[in-house]
């Protein structure tokens, strides 16, 4: 699971850019700061991280979900 | 330990485990000064991904945080150790070097690191630079290079490369652009690498074997400066520069095959780009342990 | 850690109780004496035998010398050593004063004792390297950009150069400030016998003794009391922000607020100038029945010594006034003075430095006894403006 911290994300939108798994996209409606962050697209994480580790704004947390 | 803590504690364990690292919270609470997110750097500026890889770096150490000592001079990457909760000295524009020779010399018991950008390491800080390499002084230099002087709107560097546009530089640079890690090399660092931001494993690697060696550790970072440079410079929107560094950089042992091997027409495109890769690491003794040394002979 | 003080290891260092010694050796002495343990130096004429002799004994008691690349590196290093715990030091000369400037106002905006040994050579630019001058006085309170109060010491003799380094240290620790001892080429090449003081008061740091959450690095000491802050040594825990930008009492900075800015500057200053009575150090003769009085400081004061007397045979009511502190400038002494007499002669080895100031304070007529040329006064030379 993707959390997006939308306090710090600054919409660069690097994360949507580098993901392998094409498993962001941009929200389509502007939040109040006036960004597109970027939403999970569902079922394609395959938690590698390399969106958190190159957000610049610490704004992104892939959380690993225990497989059932 | 209340058994929630205790649980909240093995969780990450676990997970730095499983993955090597903590996650940006869990980062933002050990290591960030509080209340300073977000932070200054412009939007798509790589100057927040390597304060994130040089954060997750200490971890995998486990730097002790009250003997650490962050120093900078002057310019956006200069801003960072601000941020970071320990002992940190914002320095004069270029002399970041200089006060960290004090600092280690004084106190060979603290892990002292830099924060520096192009303008400020190879500009106007060009001569500490090579002297501190040159000593092999056990301090971990990690340079942020955006090829521009960004935080005063975009000038030209002594990195911007020939024929590149900047305010000072509005009909393009005519000046050829220096290759810092080159220079750390020759002047003496025992540990060398440049990296772009694109894969960021390999850089965080990078940093925490700089913080391990016993002696000046130089790690070069391209950093896109998406305000300054980008918009002087045609290189297409913030991802699109993100991506243009993969076209301008290539591995070290690839770049020297192709060097040997590549038919001429092709190496006249391929020399142009930038070597990356951890480009030299040899160990040497620093110049605390050589102080030490003499010390010891001559003291009553 | 760097070597622990200890003064019987330093004096063992030193040798001989009583030594036939020049000016720069002395400040070498005095510096050990005192607790210096990292001096940061870099050659240049004539202050490069305080940095051989400092090389040479550093390492001996467990102390470190480093030879920097330029003064905008050895002012840098000593900066960083005293934020690191030590006492620290360097020593140039005028070509080499003008490069740490940008530096020396990093010392006073971040608040860090040091001590800078100064020994003067004539100027603008390369000059008259081996000979003496005074011309670095007022470079020392107005050199660096902006608003600071400086702290400087002249002495007048080889004994008093080695009290003064001592003295410089003491200062700098007490007032959390950078503290310049000015000689010039004539003493620090000049020797004398000096006698190595058997006991050596020292002025140790203050180290805030609270959490590191209530710890203000920037603010009033002693818990709000006084204007000098605690000293936060890095490696103990406070995680200080040291930075050159205006900052808030925490030391983050604070660049937009014109408050800010007036409360860091306005104490910093303060913390000296409302001590200036207790920092002035001054030498008077004569003065009791002078109609004119001449005022000096450092090799100068030895001509005007000779003035005085000449001019006291030849029947002139003549007093003599020595500054050992230059700055901050003693100017209640000069108001005293000035209201006591007709006349003040100003003697110094530059066009009119000091005299300007002495102008500014004075009730009487003030002359001013310039030379320049790398030879000090002869007291006829002082006597043709009485």
Request: aromatic residues 8%; proline residues 5%.
């Amino acid at each position: 699971m993707i959390e997006v911290n939308e306090k710090y994300c600054k919409g660069c939108n690097l994360c949507i850019e580098f993901c392998p798994r094409d498993a962001l996209e941009p929200a389509e409606e502007l939040n109040e700061k006036g960004v597109h962050p970027p939403v999970e697209v569902e079922d394609r994480c395959v938690n590698c991280h390399l969106c958190e580790l190159i957000c610049p704004d610490f704004a992104i947390i892939v959380e690993e979900e225990e497989e059932v | 330990m209340a058994e929630e803590q205790k649980f909240e504690t093995e969780e990450k364990v676990e997970r730095k485990q499983k993955t090597g690292m903590i996650n940006a919270k869990e980062l933002e609470e050990k290591y960030l000064r509080k209340g300073m997110m977000p932070h200054i750097f412009c939007t798509g500026c790589g100057i927040g991904t390597v304060l994130g890889l040089t954060l997750r770096a200490m971890e995998e150490i486990d730097m002790d945080l009250d003997n650490t000592v962050f120093l900078s001079g002057i310019g956006c990457s200069s801003r960072l150790p601000g941020y970071i909760d320990v002992d940190s000295l914002h320095t004069t524009h270029g002399r970041a070097l200089a006060f960290a020779t004090g600092v280690k010399i004084t106190n060979p018991d603290l892990n002292v690191v830099i924060f520096t950008g192009d303008g400020d390491c190879i500009g106007i800080g060009g001569n500490h630079f090579i002297h501190a390499a040159r000593r092999n002084i056990d301090i971990t230099v990690i340079a942020v290079n955006n090829y521009i002087y960004g935080m005063t709107g975009g000038q030209v560097a002594p990195t911007t490369p020939e024929g590149d546009y900047a305010t000072t530089a509005p009909h393009g640079n005519v000046e050829p652009p220096f290759d810092m890690s080159e220079m750390a090399m020759s002047a003496g660092a025992t540990y060398v690498a440049r990296w772009d931001l694109t894969k960021p494993v390999q850089p965080m690697k990078s940093i925490k074997e700089g913080l391990e060696n016993k002696g000046m550790s130089f790690i070069e970072l391209l950093s896109p400066c998406t305000t300054a440079y980008a918009r002087q410079n045609k290189v297409g929107d913030i991802q699109e520069f993100w991506e243009w560094y993969d076209d301008r950089t290539m591995l070290a042992e690839e770049y020297e095959f192709e060097e040997e091997f590549s038919p001429m027409e092709e190496w006249e495109e391929i020399k142009e780009k930038m070597k990356i890769g951890v480009l030299k690491h040899e160990e040497k003794k620093s110049l605390g342990e050589r102080m030490q040394e003499k010390i010891e002979e001559v003291k009553i | 850690m760097i070597g622990e003080i200890d003064l019987d290891k330093a004096k063992k260092a030193i040798g001989d109780r009583s030594q036939f010694i020049h000016g720069d050796t002395a400040v070498a002495y005095g510096a050990l004496l005192a607790g210096c343990r990292f001096f940061g130096g870099y050659p240049i004429t004539p202050a490069s035998e305080i940095a051989e002799k400092m090389a040479e004994l550093l390492p001996k008691i467990g102390g470190k010398y480093i030879q920097m690349e330029d003064e905008l590196g050895s002012i840098a290093s000593v900066i960083g050593s005293s934020w690191a715990g030590a006492k620290a030091m360097t020593a140039t000369s005028g070509p080499g004063f003008s490069l740490m400037q940008e530096n020396i106002g990093f010392a006073h905006m971040s608040e860090t004792p040091l001590v800078l040994a100064n020994v003067q050579r004539s100027g603008p630019s390369t000059g008259q390297p081996t000979l003496g001058a005074q011309g670095d006085v007022m470079q020392v309170q107005y050199g660096s950009h902006g608003d600071f109060a400086a702290i400087a010491l002249s002495p007048n003799n080889i004994q008093e150069t080695l009290d003064l380094t001592i003295k410089s240290f003491n200062l700098a620790e007490k007032y959390r400030t950078p503290v310049m001892l000015m000689i010039s080429a004539d003493l620090g090449h000049m020797r004398e016998m000096v006698e190595i003081p058997d006991e050596v008061e020292t002025f140790e740091r203050k180290e805030p003794k609270v959490s590191p959450e209530e710890y203000i690095p920037f603010g009033k000491g002693e818990y709000g009391k006084e204007k000098v802050p605690e000293f936060g040594i890095f490696g103990k825990g406070f995680r200080t922000y040291v930075t050159g930008l205006t900052h808030d009492e925490k030391g983050f900075p604070a660049t937009d607020d014109q408050e800010d800015h007036d409360n860091l500057i306005r104490r910093q200053v303060e913390k000296i100038t409302d001590d200036r009575e207790e920092l002035t150090d001054i030498e008077r003769r004569r003065l009791d029945d002078a109609e004119k009085v001449i005022i000096s400081y450092g090799i100068t004061s030895r001509s005007a010594m000779g003035a005085l007397k000449e001019g006291r045979n030849r029947g002139e009511k003549l007093g003599y006034l020595r500054l050992k502190t230059l700055w901050p400038f003693p100017k209640h002494v000069i108001k005293e003075i000035s209201e006591q007499v007709d006349k003040i002669i100003v003697a110094e080895l530059n066009l009119g430095q000091i005299y300007h100031k002495v102008a500014e304070h004075a009730e009487c007529e003030v002359a001013l006894a310039d030379k320049i040329g790398g030879e000090v006064h002869s007291p006829e030379e002082i006597l043709a403006e009485v």
